[in-house]
């Protein structure tokens, strides 16, 4: 993280805050508008407009588009848990189960809201 960049980012959100709040009160009031707010989307957005010689990044082409994201992941936490017969998933075990259980070898798998323990 560059000092200067982050020092930058508050300055600008909250000058673009109406009510001029601190930057900590901008952010949490976007909680009203939207459903979510990434810190790293945030800076990347920035970084991206304003440092784009100091953002270092995989592009969405290469590593985002093959990816996969499980909001609800009763479904999938099934399938691991019959992979994983012993209970312990293993990272080699984990590769072997993304070889048996997609065609194209996503770049990652985003799990959310897992209910169950591995």
Known sequence: MHHKVLEDLINHI???SKEHF???KA???LSNTYYRFSEY???AT???SY???LLSFYPFCEYGKKGIRYRDSNEIMEKINIF???GVLTYDLFQHFVNDNFHDEP???QLEHVQKNL
């Open 14 to 16: 909250e000058n673009r």
């Open 22 to 24: 601190n930057w900590i």
């Open 27 to 29: 952010i949490m009031l």
């Open 41 to 43: 989307k945030c800076i």
């Open 46 to 48: 920035f970084m991206n």
């Open 51 to 53: 440092y784009p010689h």
């Open 84 to 86: 994983c017969q012993e």
């Open 107 to 109: 770049s990652y798998i």
